[in-house]
């Protein structure tokens, strides 16, 4: 499995929001995009995921054009996990994730189908939640039924826009942990957006800094994600601590202008 | 996966098991539902000024049945005729003379409207609903029941001029065809205006809401200005009732709604998909915007066909589809026919209710729809069981 990025550019009138991305991933491979908000990470993922296309530029998988694929094709390639959720009263967990199996199910739902939503809550450890409804969930429940969602897509590359976000501490690294175990599994490509730069040290094998719209960095986490970048990029003063558990920034300052 | 394998994985059998219950009760409900509306068509088709037994119901529509399809099968089928005539069973005629007319010529063609018109609406409702995920929304919230009537009105205060001749239209049929269009218009409107704001969901209510207020500034506008007699005419189909049946309606109703019918049902997958997103189903390779305007002018040509007959029903379109997502959940595979009969028995009993509880006068369905199915959707709240699927 191989993703490739070439010169991705968006932009919505006059406006430029993405400007030149290029990067690649492969088998297994942790991508983790950060930057400030606004930085076009969401609209990234936007543009890989089908949700809108880019103005130019190619997004390739196995190095077929996602352009030239058919929808439903693509959405067998493809799993995305929003920013914003939405969910109707009276629809259950199950149902949920059994809407990531929309591209194979044409009427009825198969035995085979109802397995892959077990293995998908099972995998996040849900399984026992299957007939609750979605209101009656947490928030952080609620986001782990999209991850799960996504999980019964099957895909070979998985899209998570901010997928910590509503969790706390504990959830943010059991669903971290888990979704590096199935890209080990699955040999999924990953594209995480991510504010929380430790995560994006921790999980990540690589990271595509976004400032502007434009890339600002690119490469291994250890690399790229230096007190001067984060300065750079955020306008937040940082530094690194290194114990046995590895290295983790502590951003402590924000500069009076960015 | 078979049952063996299923046994090997115990924890596999919960999600089955689930998935199997929920659809057994969605289907036993609608085959309950079916049957219900079944019966309490032949109660009602009984039940009048002048009382019919069941007995005597059942025997006039058979025989009207076996008598019609043997006279069309004389006048275009002569060979299969032959062989239909000597079949040996023969329905009898009801022992009450008055029975087949009464039920065939003016009970039937009532009920069938009734039934198909709450099939529509309810159906169109639990669809827009889906399509815009908003609770709020039925045909007519959305304008079209507002566009309808300002069609209607405008109908009844041009009159029966040079057009009804020229189209050979009877001046009730030149009322239903301006009813229709009005109302397919509008949600035609509706959307050009929300989608000239970039398609979403918002905008499109938002813009429903704005056109069904300027329409409905035309029909009091038109009610100011007209005269006494037309006034009442007006005012007649504005409340909206089943005076309108007749078996030429009906017939031509029957094949729009379930062409509609099964055009919403192959979308109920999409729909189910939309309610994650718009951003999630593009994910999933839905075209959300070509779903969204093909489900919403299905919906609104099903509701529009009804509605320009009946004139203004509101309530089943938002009620009905309410009523069954609190008992069968969202899966709009099973949802809309669900919602399609609970609208059907709740303006069948509704009309029964209002042609016969102070009979010979009638009292306006709306009086009677919105007190039974207030009181059975304030049952289901009040209850609280009311998501029990599961």
Redesign the interface.
């Known amino acids: 499995m191989e993703v490739a990025l070439e010169k991705i550019c968006k932009e919505y009138g006059e406006k430029r929001v993405l400007d030149d991305i290029s990067f690649s991933l492969g088998k297994a491979e942790i991508v983790a995009l950060v930057g400030p908000n606004g930085s076009g990470k969401s609209t990234l993922i936007?543009a890989v995921?089908?949700?809108?296309g880019q103005s130019s530029g190619t997004i390739s998988i196995d190095r077929t054009d996602t352009r030239q694929l058919?929808?439903?094709?693509?959405?067998k390639c493809?799993?995305?996990v929003?920013q914003?959720?939405?969910?109707?009263?009276?629809?259950?967990v199950?149902?949920?994730v059994l809407?990531?199996r929309?591209?194979h199910?044409k009427?009825s739902?198969s035995?085979?189908e109802?397995?892959r939503?077990?293995h998908s809550?099972?995998a996040l450890e849900m399984?026992h939640m299957?007939?609750n409804?979605m209101d009656q969930l947490s928030g952080g429940e609620r986001q782990k039924v999209?991850i799960a969602?996504a999980l019964a897509?099957d895909p070979k590359l998985f899209l998570f826009d901010e997928p910590t976000s509503a969790l706390d501490i504990r959830y943010q690294i059991e669903v971290m942990e888990t979704m590096r175990e199935i890209t080990w599994e699955r040999g999924a490509g990953m594209i995480i957006a991510v504010h929380d730069l430790n995560l994006a040290y921790r999980y990540a094998d690589t990271v595509v800094v976004l400032h502007g719209g434009k890339m600002a960095g690119y490469g291994k986490p250890q690399e790229i994600l230096t007190p001067e970048c984060i300065r750079k990029v955020y306008g937040v003063d940082a530094f690194v601590v290194e114990n046995e558990q590895g290295k983790f920034l502590v951003p402590f300052r924000a500069r009076a202008s960015n | 996966?078979t049952e063996a394998t299923?046994d090997k994985d115990p924890?596999?059998v919960?999600?089955?098991t689930?998935?199997k219950a929920g659809s057994t009760r969605r289907i036993t409900l609608i085959t309950g539902l079916s049957i219900f509306v079944m019966v309490a068509a032949i109660l009602s088709a009984g039940i009048g000024t002048v009382s019919i037994t069941p007995q005597d119901t059942i025997l006039a529509i058979g025989h009207s049945c076996a008598v019609s399809v043997q006279n069309l099968l004389h006048t275009y089928l002569p060979s299969v005729a032959a062989w239909y005539d000597t079949i040996p069973f023969t329905i009898p005629a009801p022992s009450n003379p008055q029975a087949e007319l009464i039920v065939v010529g003016f009970r039937l063609p009532r009920i069938f409207l009734a039934i198909l018109t709450g099939i529509s609406l309810a159906g169109a409702g639990a669809v827009m609903q889906?399509l815009l995920?908003n609770?709020l929304v039925s045909p007519f919230t959305l304008g079209l029941s507002s566009a309808a009537s300002f069609g209607a009105a405008l109908a009844i205060v041009l009159g029966p001029g040079i057009l009804v001749s020229y189209f050979l239209l009877s001046y009730d049929m030149w009322i239903v065809v301006f009813a229709f269009i009005f109302g397919w218009l509008s949600m035609l409107l509706v959307y050009g205006i929300s989608r000239s704001r970039g398609t979403t969901q918002s905008t499109l209510i938002l813009a429903g809401v704005v056109i069904g207020y300027l329409f409905t500034a035309g029909v009091m506008a038109l009610k100011y200005i007209t005269n006494n007699e037309k006034l009442r005419e007006l005012m007649v189909w504005l409340m909206g009732g089943m005076w309108g049946a007749s078996w030429n309606a009906v017939l031509l109703l029957i094949p729009l709604v379930i062409i509609c019918f099964f055009l919403l049902e192959r979308r109920a997958?999409?729909l189910?998909?939309l309610?994650?997103?718009?951003?999630?189903a593009?994910?999933?390779?839905?075209?959300v915007e070509r779903l969204r305007l093909s489900g919403l002018m299905i919906s609104t040509f099903a509701a529009s066909c009804c509605l320009a007959f009946t004139g203004i029903i509101g309530f089943v379109g938002l009620m009905g589809p309410h009523i069954c997502?609190?008992i069968i959940?969202?899966?709009h595979?099973y949802l809309i026919p669900c919602a399609g009969l609970m609208g059907a028995a709740i303006l069948l009993l509704s009309d029964t209710v209002a042609r016969t509880i102070m009979s010979p006068v009638e009292i306006p369905v709306g009086i009677i729809m919105y007190a039974i199915g207030g009181v059975f959707f304030l049952f289901l709240i009040m209850r609280g069981k009311g998501?029990g699927?599961?």
């Open positions: 936007k995921a089908g949700v809108h058919d929808p439903i094709d693509l959405a493809i799993g995305y929003p914003h959720f939405t969910y109707t009263l009276y629809s259950t199950f149902e949920t809407l990531g929309r591209q199910i009427w739902v035995d085979e109802l397995s939503v077990q809550l099972e399984e299957a007939g409804y999209f969602r897509q | 996966m299923q924890v596999n919960s999600v089955h689930l998935y889906g995920r609770p997958w999409d189910n998909a309610s994650a997103g718009d951003d999630v593009k994910n999933l390779g839905i075209n997502r609190m959940g969202s899966d595979r998501r699927l599961y």
